[in-house]
Structures are given as structure tokens and as C-alpha cells.
């Protein structure tokens, strides 16, 4: 199969760059342009592709005449500049491609293509031992591949088309993504089963003002709720340390170390050990939510792993501490 482009004049310093100006670039070549980057070598792209060395490296050599440019550094064998910015357009092209071919030859009782789902750790670890088995179950010839992140990485691979959807922090103010709530969870506080706070059940904002608590930096998003639900009293918080990552200032105050304010779903609820979780009902809940580009349309296989996450949450949501879900417990509104 090639990428039939129109061939253009030699562009001059002051021409406007036409986005049509290459002819016959084959797909096979960017496959083998993919492989080099992957296995790190002409010889190794050779192997995992069953073909020879010289034949990866007509492929490659063409491509490079055809794109004027160079796209392997040969002394090295990495990548130039314009060679990673191809193999980053190049993915996203194969990947659309594999998609239109997986809904051409799928119908709704038997889907199949590729999803690349990004997901916030948190949601991640209390999910996915739910949901991967529903996926394979109701949709076997679907293949997900799963990445981890926070929201503010992951929105960027979706709108580049590297991901096809993310399940995250909500809400999104972005023209080009559409997305839509899965569930609140709680922010509490989580507290070695020896800390001092541990007899408590519940406490209010006031209360965790006494002492420093483990808390997230000041740049994300979290900690800008926590502030600001603070400073509606008049309060400061007390930072003990500010760890960024919402999985280590659990780790730590597992550990001992101190007391942090995380998301509900930080702490599954088939986790036993020695912590407590306690609620601090003024804080606000947080809402988690699937999101994926307006244009173009998400494939089949797409459309059904969002439909087979949203059940799975409705059907086990409730056993989880701290998650709520169904209408009217997530009211979004967008901000002007």
C-alpha cells in the first residue's frame, strides 16, 4: 500500500510549505523507519521485520531522498530531529490505519483493532483488575495497551492521536476533546494505624491545620483544591513535604511517614494493612472521566472499551470506599 502525495517544486527560503509535496512514500517504509527507532538498530529492525539488513536500509534511504532530509544519524544510529519527528507523525498514521481496517472487517458481536488507553494511577490501580478481565471477556479480539500518567500527560498523547482515549482527572477545556464523567470519588485523609489521628473517623480542615501533612505541590491540581477549600475557612494547610506523584505520598503515609490527603481510589478497597482511612467531608470530590479526540471519530474498538468501562464502574463503583456513582453525584459545569 503506498501514500499517494503530490510532488512539489524545490522550495524556495521565502515559499509558503505546501502540506502535499512528496510522492509514492510507502507505508513499509515507515514501518521499517518505526522499527529502527524501536529495536535501536538497521539490524536489529531487520530482525524483528524478518528481512535483511540492506533491504532496511534501501527502505530508509528512499524514504530519506523522498523527504530530503536525513532521518538516521549512520555513526550512531539514533534518530535525527526530523527522523523522530516522522516516527512520531508515522505511529499515529499506522495506528489510523489499523483502525480503519479493524472496523471495516468488524460488526458489534465480534469488534477487534487496537486501543491505546492512558489512564491517572489512582483510577488505574483500582480499575484495571476489573476491567481488563471485562474487556477480554465481552470484546476478546480487542488488544489494549495501557499507559500510565497523570492528566496533564496524558491529554497531550491524546490530542497528538498517540492515545485514543484517557481515563482522568475531570474537567477538560479543550474544543478538540469531548469526555464524559465515570465517577466522584472523595479526597480523605490516609494515616499510618499507629499515627495519632487514626482513633478518628472523621475530621474537618481545621483540624488537619494542627500539624504538617504530606501534600502535593503547589503547581498541580490537587493541591489547588486543597488550598483553596483551606483558605474558604481562612486556613493554611501545613506541608510536612510536598511529594509529586499521588501513588508515593501514599506509599509514605503507608509507611509511616505521615499523613496525606488522597483520592479515594488511592487506597482500593481489597487493601488491607495497618492505615486508616478517615473523611474530611468539607474537602470537594474529585471527578474522574473518560476523554478522547472530537476528530476524528474513535474507532469501534474504542467506542466499546469506553462502554465496557462505564459498566464496570456502575456495577462495582459502590464497593469501592469513597466513590460514588449515577446522576446528580458529578454536576460539571465549564468554566468561562
Do not use: Y
Not at 515559499?15 to 512514500?25: E, N, R, T, V
Not at 539490524?43 to 536525513?70: C, F
Not at 499510618?192 to 503547589?218: F, G, N, S, V, Y
Not at 481562612?234 to 499521588?246: K, N, P, T, W, Y
Amino acid at each position: 500500500m503506498s501514500i499517494m502525495l503530490q510532488k512539489g517544486p524545490a522550495l524556495k527560503a521565502n515559499d509558503k510549505i505546501s502540506p502535499i509535496i512528496f510522492s509514492d512514500m510507502e507505508l513499509r517504509q515507515l514501518e521499517i523507519l518505526i522499527s529502527i527507532a524501536d529495536h535501536g538498530s538497521f539490524s536489529g529492525a531487520a530482525k524483528a521485520l524478518a528481512t535483511v539488513q540492506s533491504n532496511v536500509s534501501a527502505h530508509i534511504s528512499r524514504l530519506e531522498k523522498e523527504l530530503a532530509t536525513s532521518l538516521i544519524d549512520r555513526s550512531s544510529g539514533r534518530l535525527t530531529e526530523d527522523g523522530q519527528i516522522v516516527v512520531d507523525r508515522a505511529r499515529r498514521v499506522l495506528n489510523q490505519i489499523q483502525d480503519i481496517v479493524a472496523d471495516v472487517h468488524s460488526n458489534e458481536k465480534d469488534i477487534k483493532g487496537e486501543v491505546r488507553l492512558g489512564c491517572i494511577g489512582t483510577t488505574g490501580r483500582w480499575l484495571m483488575p476489573r476491567f481488563l478481565p471485562a474487556v477480554a471477556k465481552s470484546h476478546p479480539n480487542i488488544q489494549l495497551i495501557i499507559s500510565e500518567g497523570s492528566t496533564s500527560s496524558l491529554l497531550p498523547r491524546v490530542l497528538d492521536g498517540s492515545l485514543d482515549a484517557a481515563i482522568v482527572h475531570l474537567t477538560i477545556q479543550d474544543d478538540n476533546l469531548e469526555s464524559f464523567p465515570l465517577f466522584a470519588e472523595h479526597l480523605i485523609l490516609l494515616v499510618h494505624a499507629k499515627h495519632e489521628w487514626a482513633e478518628h473517623d472523621k475530621m474537618t480542615i481545621q483540624e488537619l491545620t494542627t500539624r504538617p501533612l504530606l501534600l502535593p505541590p503547589k503547581n498541580t491540581s490537587m493541591r489547588r483544591i486543597l488550598d483553596r477549600a483551606a483558605g474558604s475557612q481562612r486556613l493554611v494547610l501545613q506541608s510536612q513535604a510536598e511529594i509529586d506523584g499521588v501513588r508515593l505520598l501514599t506509599s509514605l503515609a503507608f509507611e509511616g511517614f505521615g499523613a496525606a490527603i488522597v483520592p479515594a481510589t488511592a487506597v482500593p478497597g481489597w487493601l488491607k494493612g495497618e492505615f486508616k482511612r478517615i473523611e474530611v467531608p468539607e474537602l470537594p470530590r474529585r471527578v474522574v472521566g473518560w476523554v478522547q479526540r472530537s476528530r476524528p471519530l474513535p474507532s469501534k474498538a474504542t467506542q466499546a472499551t469506553a462502554i465496557v468501562a462505564r459498566q464496570v464502574i456502575e456495577r462495582t463503583g459502590d464497593r469501592q470506599p469513597g466513590v460514588h456513582i449515577g446522576k446528580g453525584v458529578f454536576p460539571l459545569k465549564r468554566s468561562s
